[in-house]
Every structure is written in C-alpha cells, then in structure tokens.
C-alpha cells in the first residue's frame, strides 16, 4: 500500500511571517519516526491564502500525503472555519495520532478539535513515542518527574508540541509526495471572526537561537535584583529567560518564560540565577555544553542539574560578576 | 440585563504547589496537606465579568467542579461580588482530564439555560493545559476566543476582542453568547473586602451532583476522560556539579574563567 | 462546649486582611522606618479597606463585625507593620467610647464619619503625672455659665497629632474626685497637639503630647455623662484597649516566627541548615507555644466581649501575656539570626525596637498582674 494513501500521522501545518513555522517541520520530522515505526505515512494539513507550493517543504521534511486548503477566507487563523475543515478530513481520512504545535493557534484549535472528535489531548509534550502496543506514548514533565499519558482507546491520539522539543529534520529534496486540494466552502459565517493578526519583531536576542542564555528565577529577589540579571544577560550578550515566579510577579513576560509551557531552548552555555531546578522549566533546557547555577540555598536540587554551581544570594553575586565583566571589558588587551 | 458564568477552579496553593513531588518508590504523589486556593487567573476571569456588571448589568454565576472542599473557593468568589455559586461535586466526577471536565461543566451551563457569555481564566495553575475553556465552548457550540488581552468593544451583543497571538495579537469580532479565556492583563481584580465578605451571607451556594446533571457515569470523571496516566516515574539528575570556592571574589573570577573559556564572556 | 474554629467567613476576613497587610501596608514600611513619617499614607490605606468600620455598628454607616473581626485584622496588620496596627488600633479606642457611652446624638454626629475614615478619634488619658495611676490626671475643666473649661497637657498619646477628635480625661477643678471626659476637636482654640515623640520603635507610628489652653466646650461634648470620665476611659481601655495590644503582640508573634523559620531552613552551618540544631529548635518550638497560647487566650476574650459580655479581666491577662511573649519572641528570633540580628536589613531588628514599645501601651505588665491578682483574690 503507498505510503500517501495510509497516511495516519497527522500534523496541522502552521504558517508564520517567513513561511512554515519551525514547529511544524519540527513535528512533521517527528511524524516521520513516528509513522515508520507503526509502518504508516505522514500526512499535513495546510491551511492558508496564496500558498504557492509551500507544501514542498513540507515534503522534503517527511509528509507523504499534503491536504492542501488554498483560499482567501484561510488567510488568517479562524477557529470555526480551521475547525470545520479540520474535523471533516479527520473524519475522512481516520489518522491514528494528530499533532499540533504548542504555539497561540495550537493552543486554541487543538482543543477545540479534541472536544469536537470526541477524543484525547495532552499539552505541551516534551517527548512521544510508539510502546509495545503501537499506542502513543506522551511525555509530560510533572510534580518533579515524568508522567506519560495515553490515550488508549479513543482516535485520533493528540498532542501538542512546543518548538525546540524536536530537532529540525534534514530536508531531503528527494522525496515525494501526493498533494491533495482541498475544497473550501465560500460564504459560512463565523461568529468570531479574526479581522487581523500583528506579529510583532522581537526585540533584543531570540531565545531560540540564543548561544548563552542567562536565566533568572524566584530568586532575583524584586524588581531591582530582576534588573540586575538583565544586566548581566546584556553585558554576556546572552537571551534573557525567566521562570513563571518572574512571569506571575510581573518582573517579565510570558515570552521570556523558559519550559514546558514557554519556550524551549539549546544554548550552548546557560546561566541559571535564582532558580530551583524545577523540573517544569528544566525540561525547557537541552543541549548546553555548560550550565551554571547561582543559588543561595545549598540545598537547591539545581546543583544536581549544572555543571558548576555557585551558593550566594544572587543580589550580591550578580552585581559582582557584572562589575568585574565590565572592568574585564574595559581591560586593554 | 446579561447572564454570565465564571468557570472557577479550586487549585492547591501555587506558593506551596512545588512540594508535591513523584514518591521515587511508590511512584505515585503523596497527598499533603496543601490548601485549595483560588485558580490566580480566575480573579480577572470575575472582574471581568464585575466590569460588564457595572456597565451593563448582569447575573454573575461562578461554577466550579470539585471536591466538597472547593465550597471555601466559590465562597470567596461570592465575597468577590458573583451573585451566585455553583458547585459541581460528586465521587464520580474525580479523575477527570480536562475533555471530561469540559463536559461537565457544559453540562451544568446547559441546565442553567441560556447564558450570554461563559468567562475562565487561561490557564489554571495546577493543569496547565489552557484546554477547558475551548472545550466548553465545543461542547456548547458557542464561538470561543483564548488569551482575551483586552475587551475593545462591549455594547450590544457584538463585541470586540484583542487576545494574545504569538509575540503580537489579533483583534476578533465576536458574536455572544460566546466564551472568553482571559489573561492577568485584561484587568486588574479588586481586592477582597469586608463588605464584600459580609454581603455573601446571603448569597448562596447549590451544589449538583450526578444526578442533578442527569449525567451518564461513563462520560464523567476517570470513566470519562479519554486519556489516562500510564506511568509515573522521576527523572534522573543530569550532571556531576563542581562547586566554585572561596570568597566573592575569587568565585566571580573563576567564573568568569569558565566563561571565558566556554566563550561566554 | 467550645469549638476552636474559625468560621469561614472568619477565614475570609483573615484572607482580606493578610491581603490588605501585605500589598497595601508592606510599601510604606520602610519609609516610616526611616523618616518615623509617612502615616497619613498608612490610615488613608486603613479607611480605603473598610478597616475603621470594623466594631461600629450597621446602623451608624459601620460593618458590625465586632471584636474577633478586630482581632484578625488588627493581627494579620501588625504583622506587617506594628506602627500602623498601634495607630489603628487607637483610632479603634476612640471609636469605641463613643460606641459605648456616647449618646444617640452623638453617635449619629459621629459614628458614621469615623466608619468612612473622614474623621477619627482618639482618647488622651495619660499625663506626666501619671498614666498607670489615672488620678494623677492633672488636665482639668471648671464650669462657668454652661459651659466648661479646659486646661491642661496629655502625653505619650498615640494619634496625637493626626486625630480629628481627641477623647480627654480632665478632672474637676471643684471637686478632685470627679472625672469627665469631653470630645474635644481639631481647630478648637487652645487646643493643639505640641510634640512629637521619637519612639525606638514602631516608627511611623504617631506619637506625642497635646495641650489645652483655656478651651471651651459645652455640655454637649461630654461624653457618657459629667462625672463619669474615668468609668469611660477605663471601661475602654480596659477591653478595647488591651485587645488592641494583643492584636498587636500577636502580629509581632507570628512575624518573628516566620522570620526565624527561614533563617534557621537557610542558614547552613556544619554543613546543615541550623534548623537541624535542637537549640535553635527548643527556641522556635518555645515561639510557637506563646503564640498558640496567646491567640487561645486573646480569641477567647474577644469571643466574650462579641457576646457582650465583661472581658477586661481576660483581656488583662492576654495583654500581659502576649506583650510579654512577643517581646521574647524578637529577643529570641535576634538571636537565631547571630550577627545578623544585628543588622537593619534583617526585619528582625524591627520587631525587636517595636516590641519594646507593646509593654506599656495600655497598661504595664505590672498593672495588669494588679488587676489579674483582683480578679483571682476576689
């Protein structure tokens, strides 16, 4: 049998400011893995206005079968409208597993896709995969460990995934796939009707392509200690990330938010400053050749997580090490 | 005049929420002793709803599901200004995931009849998930916008939304009933007062059960919940960590060290 | 028999309070700490929250939630701030009298106003020549057609100089067995608040001396009958006042525990936080018993007072025994801290200074064990 007409790991494609979203060909590489170990194909739903042929990417990254929705009214993200769509080729094309990034659009039509397919959800995995019985296994950090969920009897299985949890896949211009057009019905209603999007540019360094990540928690103290680890992420040249103490005391916002529920990130050397160790927002951490930690609690399980720790109150130490990086710089070589 | 519910959850203590941990032998969570507080996003869910009450006039219903201990939280609600409580509690509705929790919770908006606007908060500090206000939405086939930012417009039964979107936001047109997840920015709550505490005294709190949502068994609670925990377990620590020594100083410098050879710094 | 309890609307009330403490009272802090300023902030913040409407009845503009609601709150301020929970609970003093004693005319003239905030009032007993002997009160008034004069200078009186309405006990020229007390106001002439008092502790807590100077008041001002003043005065320090204190104390109480819990969970020494030391835990474990005891035996005389029945007795005893014990309690949390609890930015330090000041307020410790040997020897 194709591979394109037994597609049954889905992915929903989203599209962002310069074309597909990382998220989406992250999953769609995970998709892959996925499928080949239940010996089934990869399909994406694409929804969107003008789209030219960006389900080639979506190819090269491992779909088989792409359901492509090309029309005006898909221009911008409508929950009603994505839904519909969704549902009906879900019900006609029966996928075993439906994925979805964790972004503000996965975080919205997932569930409403789940309720509507009368099936399971699970949110913000940080890993997935197929057991002994073929059913997926997701893998949610929690209460300090590792819960796996299942969803064992109801179809499609879903999830939502945030980027930076899988790798990007290596695009392989080799492959094919069978495009299918999807035809939109003109003129439905909505009754929350998006009018318009605005992306805003980042400021300052993206968290996601941050090298050094300086990243401060509960332990910044107030305001005046949350100011001077920004300081120092600025002297470092390094990303800015928080923890949700910082998110709820309103030091920073939920953009800054290192974890499961915020961003995940690869430096390659990170600085962790007033933090616990939480797993919540160490899962949101892989890959960095050094961690650091500062905390005034010796007992602190982040000095089981990081390669050098150091105990003292992080509104003495910060400023320190500021200090002596700007005379440092200052220094004539 | 406007009928509006607030979905409300009563979550363990987020100030003390980090002591539950997986027991590495039983691999299971140990109940504490941790309070049921309000869900922290819920309070700008009610105000919410107060501020339309203000201006327009409204019934402001909060509902909850929950253990019978979750009352002390919907009393709060009361003190806060909602004019009734709902409590849905029966053994059967416990182990829920959110399809399950969404279901019953729509169950109970449908047997209040016709609401203009159901409000909750994003997100509840425990779960995480930012599922159930969406999925009562599904389930009452209402329109639903998440991360509501700010109200734009409110006058008549056409309103304007601004909601979070990725690092900006969009503007959606809404037609009620419809309902909205809020964020900490759309307002900021009003604090608990004594007159508002003593005004609950005559304000009540129905619970229903079961029975009153005339509810199957097997569409509620762990019956009901289409996804199911399989396996706890802990994770193991990562890295054999070196301490820096010494005075200030000499930590700030080997630090640096480190950095500078790591090319940090 | 009895039920330990709190209510659930008690639990509420102790939630809106602690709120109240820790987002609106905690900012002001450290400006009264340093200026010994900064009050005028603190009461606005106090009649916002409905804190002045406490014990004044529905039927005057107030919230009649009585005395446990008072203690709750004056507790979950003085943790926070011990300087405005004295204020608060002296302006509660004023109210009281008037609560108690004043007549229908002047509780409709007042009450409400004092419910709001817009005024507030306080009671001037104490005088150079005495405090804990009453009698040694040397302000005094003369008749002269209908009307009274006074003379005379009060001291150590909190909300000296803030308060619109000053409750003061003056004694007859004619006779030195009568006492009155008269409502006397802001803008009367001849009368002024004069010194400010520099207190070691509670700073930011208004204190200092008034003087009359041949002020004039009517029959009207006399509050709870010409004769009666030291019946007024005493009735209401002797519940209202002394429960202010334990208010107070207790506040004092819990903060120091807290403040030495963290410590001792942080501070390593030996390679283990000094919790694990059982020196450091006989301390805190005897903080915790004083406190236990203390909110017992402070509950239980504002339960009788709420009921309507004689407290001062009990409060005597919860006056003593919580003034005492938060005194201990920060000598001991200082100690916990070693050379920390030396330093300012250790709250600790504060509660030490502020707990000096909860002795005398209301009563020494020696007078109420006079009155609490009374109430056993009777």
């Given amino acids: 049998m194709m591979a394109q007409e037994n597609a049954k790991v889905f992915v929903i494609a989203e599209l962002g400011m310069r074309g597909t979203e990382r998220v989406t060909l992250q999953l769609i590489g995970k998709a892959r893995q996925l499928a080949d170990e239940i010996d089934y194909g990869v399909g994406v739903i694409l929804l969107g206005s003008d789209l030219a042929d960006s389900e080639q990417e979506l190819i090269e990254a491992g779909a088989d079968l792409v359901l492509k929705g090309d029309a005006e009214t898909l221009e911008l993200y409508q929950a009603e409208l994505y839904t519909a769509i969704i549902v009906k080729l879900v019900k006609e094309y029966q996928p075993e597993i439906l994925l979805l990034g964790s972004t503000s659009m996965g975080r919205e039509l997932a569930p409403l896709l789940a309720a509507r397919l009368e099936t399971g959800l699970t949110a913000h995995c940080i890993d997935l995969a197929i057991n002994a019985s073929g059913i997926l296994e997701q893998r949610i950090p929690a209460y300090g460990g590792m819960i796996t969920i299942i969803c064992p009897i109801k179809r499609p299985q879903m999830a939502t995934v945030a980027e930076g949890v899988f790798p990007n896949p290596v695009l392989d211009s080799s492959r094919t796939g069978n495009v299918i057009p999807i035809e939109i019905q003109d003129g439905i209603s909505l009754r929350a009707h998006t009018l318009e999007i605005v992306r805003e540019e980042l400021m300052g360094i993206s968290l996601e392509s941050a090298q050094v990540i300086v990243a401060g928690g509960a332990g910044a103290g107030d305001v005046d200690g949350w100011r001077e680890i920004t300081e120092l992420a600025s002297v470092l040249n390094a990303g800015l990330g928080s923890t949700r103490p910082v998110v709820d005391a309103g030091w920073s916002d939920f953009d800054s938010m290192i974890g499961q529920s915020g961003k995940m990130v690869n430096p390659d050397v990170y600085i962790g400053v007033g933090i616990s160790g939480d797993l919540q927002h160490m899962v949101g951490i892989t890959g960095p050749k050094i961690m650091v930690a500062v905390n005034n609690d010796p007992k602190s399980h982040i000095f089981e997580q990081v390669d050098y720790g150091v105990v003292e109150d992080c509104r003495i130490f910060v400023p320190a090490l500021v200090s002596a990086l700007k005379d440092n710089k200052a220094k004539p070589d | 005049m406007l009928k509006i519910i607030v979905c409300v959850k009563a979550v363990p203590d987020p100030k003390e929420a980090d002591r539950l941990k997986i027991d590495p032998v039983t691999k299971s969570i140990p109940r504490l002793d941790i309070q049921l507080v309000l869900n922290p996003l819920d309070c700008h869910a009610l105000e919410a709803a107060f501020q339309s009450r203000r201006k327009y006039g409204a019934q402001v219903t909060a509902l909850s599901m929950g253990p019978p201990a979750a009352g002390n939280v919907l009393r709060e609600c009361l003190a806060l200004g909602a004019d009734e409580g709902i409590l849905l509690t029966d053994p059967a509705f416990a182990g829920a995931d959110t399809y399950a929790t969404a279901f019953t919770l729509a169950s109970a908006i449908r047997k209040l009849g016709f609401v203009d606007l159901v409000l909750c908060g994003m997100v509840s500090s425990d779960g995480s998930t930012e599922w159930v206000g969406a999925q009562i939405a599904a389930f009452l086939d209402l329109p639903v916008v998440t991360r509501v930012s700010e109200i734009l417009e409110d006058q008549g039964d056409v309103w304007t939304i601004k909601s979070d979107y990725e690092n900006g936001y969009r503007i959606v047109k809404l037609k009620l009933p419809a309902v909205l997840t809020v964020t900490r920015e759309i307002n900021q709550p009003k604090a608990l007062s004594f007159s508002g505490i003593l005004k609950a005294r005559s304000k009540q709190i129905i619970e229903w059960n079961l029975e009153s949502l005339d509810l199957p068994a097997e569409r509620v609670g762990l019956k009901g919940s289409p996804t199911c925990v399989s396996e706890l377990s802990n994770l193991e620590s990562r890295r054999a960590v070196e301490m820096l020594e010494g005075t200030l100083e000499e930590k700030v410098d080997h630090l640096i060290e480190i950095l500078t050879n790591a090319r940090a710094a | 028999?009895?039920?330990?309890?709190?209510?659930?609307?008690?639990?509420?009330?102790?939630?809106?309070?602690?709120?109240?403490?820790?987002?609106?009272?905690?900012?002001?802090?450290?400006?009264?700490?340093?200026?010994?300023?900064?009050?005028?902030?603190?009461?606005?913040?106090?009649?916002?929250?409905?804190?002045?409407?406490?014990?004044?009845?529905?039927?005057?503009?107030?919230?009649?939630?009585?005395?446990?609601?008072?203690?709750?709150?004056?507790?979950?301020?003085?943790?926070?701030?011990?300087?405005?929970?004295?204020?608060?609970?002296?302006?509660?003093?004023?109210?009281?009298?008037?609560?108690?004693?004043?007549?229908?005319?002047?509780?409709?003239?007042?009450?409400?106003?004092?419910?709001?905030?817009?005024?507030?009032?306080?009671?001037?007993?104490?005088?150079?020549?005495?405090?804990?002997?009453?009698?040694?009160?040397?302000?005094?008034?003369?008749?002269?057609?209908?009307?009274?004069?006074?003379?005379?200078?009060?001291?150590?009186?909190?909300?000296?100089?803030?308060?619109?309405?000053?409750?003061?006990?003056?004694?007859?020229?004619?006779?030195?067995?009568?006492?009155?007390?008269?409502?006397?106001?802001?803008?009367?002439?001849?009368?002024?608040?004069?010194?400010?008092?520099?207190?070691?502790?509670?700073?930011?807590?208004?204190?200092?001396?008034?003087?009359?100077?041949?002020?004039?008041?009517?029959?009207?001002?006399?509050?709870?009958?010409?004769?009666?003043?030291?019946?007024?005065?005493?009735?209401?320090?002797?519940?209202?006042?002394?429960?202010?204190?334990?208010?107070?104390?207790?506040?004092?109480?819990?903060?120091?525990?807290?403040?030495?819990?963290?410590?001792?969970?942080?501070?390593?020494?030996?390679?283990?936080?000094?919790?694990?030391?059982?020196?450091?835990?006989?301390k805190i474990a005897e903080m915790k018993i004083d406190l236990e005891a203390?909110?017992?035996?402070?509950?239980?005389?504002?339960?009788?007072?709420?009921?309507?029945?004689?407290s001062a007795n009990e409060f005597a005893v919860a006056k003593y025994f919580t003034t005492e014990a938060a005194q201990k309690a920060a000598k001991m949390a200082v100690d916990i801290h070693g050379g920390y609890g030396c330093m300012e930015e250790f709250p600790v330090t504060r509660y030490l200074r502020d707990s000096f000041v909860l002795g005398p307020s209301a009563g020494t410790s020696d007078i109420m064990k006079v009155i609490i040997s009374r109430w056993a020897l009777t």
């Avoid at chain 3, 803030?162 to 004619?174: F, H, K």
């Avoid at chain 3, 002797?238 to 107070?248: I, Q, T, Y």
């Avoid at chain 3, 963290?262 to 006989?282: C, D, H, M, T, W």
């Avoid at chain 3, 203390?294 to 004689?310: I, K, V």
């Fill in chain 3, 1 to 282: 028999m009895i039920d330990f309890t709190f209510s659930e609307e008690q639990e509420l009330f102790r939630k809106a309070a602690k709120e109240f403490a820790e987002t609106r009272i905690a900012p002001h802090v450290p400006i009264m700490e340093q200026t010994n300023r900064g009050w005028d902030e603190v009461v606005k913040e106090l009649a916002e929250a409905e804190m002045f409407a406490v014990t004044i009845p529905e039927e005057y503009g107030g919230l009649g939630i009585g005395y446990i609601g008072r203690l709750i709150a004056l507790e979950e301020i003085a943790r926070i701030s011990v300087a405005t929970a004295m204020m608060y609970q002296v302006f509660g003093l004023g109210i009281e009298v008037f609560i108690k004693f004043g007549s229908e005319e002047q509780k409709r003239k007042y009450l409400p106003k004092f419910a709001t905030g817009e005024r507030l009032p306080t009671v001037a007993v104490t005088e150079p020549g005495g405090g804990s002997d009453p009698k040694g009160c040397q302000t005094s008034y003369t008749k002269e057609d209908g009307s009274y004069v006074l003379n005379g200078r009060k001291c150590f009186i909190t909300n000296s100089h803030i308060a619109d309405v000053q409750v003061v006990l003056a004694n007859d020229c004619e006779n030195s067995e009568a006492y009155s007390t008269f409502i006397v106001e802001k803008g009367m002439k001849g009368f002024k608040a004069t010194h400010e008092e520099h207190k070691v502790g509670m700073r930011g807590c208004n204190t200092g001396e008034i003087e009359l100077r041949e002020v004039v008041v009517l029959a009207d001002n006399i509050l709870g009958g010409e004769g009666k003043g030291l019946k007024v005065a005493m009735t209401a320090i002797g519940d209202v006042g002394r429960g202010g204190m334990v208010g107070c104390s207790l506040g004092v109480q819990q903060a120091c525990l807290e403040a030495a819990v963290k410590f001792a969970n942080e501070r390593v020494l030996y390679g283990k936080p000094i919790s694990n030391l059982q020196a450091i835990q006989f």
């Fill in chain 3, 294 to 310: 203390g909110r017992l035996l402070g509950y239980r005389a504002a339960a009788l007072q709420d009921r309507g029945e004689r």
